[in-house]
């Protein structure tokens, strides 16, 4: 069940007519460590936040911290997003709070256990729910929210791992191969209302997530700007690191009677 913590509307601010209007971003996931940076860069510009997460004192150090790095507005609600039935409340709740919204950014989902998983149903059901599933059901509110003003950046993380499954990790892989091709089709219908749909395709980003895997990782920080930067250009789908547009075009092109021979 979700539970509703939350601080009160964003009071009015003042904007200097020579500088940026604040940004009034949504964030689905805010904890995550690749969110968190992205986060703070937002801060630095003086953006207005409206962060959702599950675990309530780790939020509650976020948003101080955020607030400290400039943030102009900063609410929060403890949540547990795979709760699909409170997503319409909490979502109207945090655009009310924030008066409006210019970015969604969806940083929710799990990376759970592969073996765990090929022996229980249960564990790849719920990381299939977590990534995919209940993404669904936040996506389809916002996208209606956007359509309906004609306007909004809706950004999510997939992975590169969708791409193609492999062996050591289809499952997570399978979730983001279906959270990917959904963001597709919802750009496609969409794209037209002058909402734009970001498909954010990370490799192994340096966070408390992949702490435990012993393979190079990119720094979170430097993942963060691109991110920030793709989305004021309203970029369809991101790799980052870029140099994995080049890696997985490879991959996806492997003949399969060669892939499946493959320790991947």
Known sequence: MSTL????????????????????????????GIAEATCRIWAAEGAQMFLVARNAEKLAAVAADLKLRGASYVGTAVADLDDTDKHAELLTHAVNSLTGMDIA????????GQARGEQDFEHAAQIIYTNFLAPVS??????????????????VLSSVAGERGR???????????????FLSGLRNRIDREGVTVMTIKPGPVNTSMT????????????VAATIVKAIDKRVDTLYVPIIFLPIMFIVRHIPERIFKKLNL
């Open 138 to 155: 936040l996506l389809t509110w916002l996208a209606n929210y956007c359509v309906q003003r004609h306007a909004g950046v809706i950004a």
């Open 5 to 32: 913590a939350t601080q009160p509307a964003a009071a009015a601010i003042l904007v200097d007519p020579n500088s940026k209007i604040a940004k009034k971003i949504l964030v689905l996931g805010a904890t995550s």
């Open 167 to 181: 062996k050591s990790n289809y499952i997570y892989a399978s979730s983001k191969a279906g959270l990917t091709a």
């Open 211 to 222: 702490a435990h895997m012993n393979i190079r990782k990119a720094d979170v920080k430097k």
């Open 105 to 112: 950014y969806l940083a929710h989902g799990i990376l759970g």
